[in-house]
């Protein structure tokens, strides 16, 4: 079984950088997409990031475009989130899904929990 473990998170004043990573037990090609979403208690979780793993090309919601980079290592078989200029509105638990989501009124859905991490907390303070 594939398992997806996320790994980064941490606490971080606002303006401050964190480096997510998503390390998959197994070869990251055989899965189209791997992206990250957030959630946090109460709230709708929300798609962030989608990277195409072998074309490399990349999705991001529009809330964290220009912050944050999503990227892949082939090698190590592990996704990236870079998050710069980070707001206390990005303060969630972060996880990672080998899924393709769906894209529709400008949002990335994913909805396959089978397919998720754990997720990482991320708290960013002001």
């Known amino acids: 079984q594939v398992q997806l473990r996320e790994s980064g998170g941490g606490s971080v004043q606002a303006g401050g950088s964190l480096r997510l990573s998503c390390a998959v037990s197994g070869d990251i090609y055989i899965y189209s997409c791997i992206g990250w979403f957030r959630q946090t208690p109460g709230q709708e979780r929300e798609g962030v990031a989608l990277?195409?793993?072998?074309?490399?090309?990349?999705v991001y919601a529009d809330s964290v475009k220009g912050r944050f980079t999503i990227s892949r290592d082939g090698d190590k078989n592990t996704v990236y989130l870079q998050m710069t200029s980070l707001k206390p509105e990005d303060s969630a638990t972060y996880y990672c899904?080998?899924?393709?989501?769906?894209?529709?009124?400008?949002?990335?859905?994913?909805?396959?929990?089978?397919?998720w991490g754990r997720g990482t907390q991320v708290t960013v303070s002001s």
């Open positions: 899904a080998r899924e393709c989501p769906a894209m529709a009124g400008g949002k990335l859905h994913f909805s396959l929990p089978e397919y």
């Open positions: 990277i195409y793993t072998r074309s490399q090309s990349t």
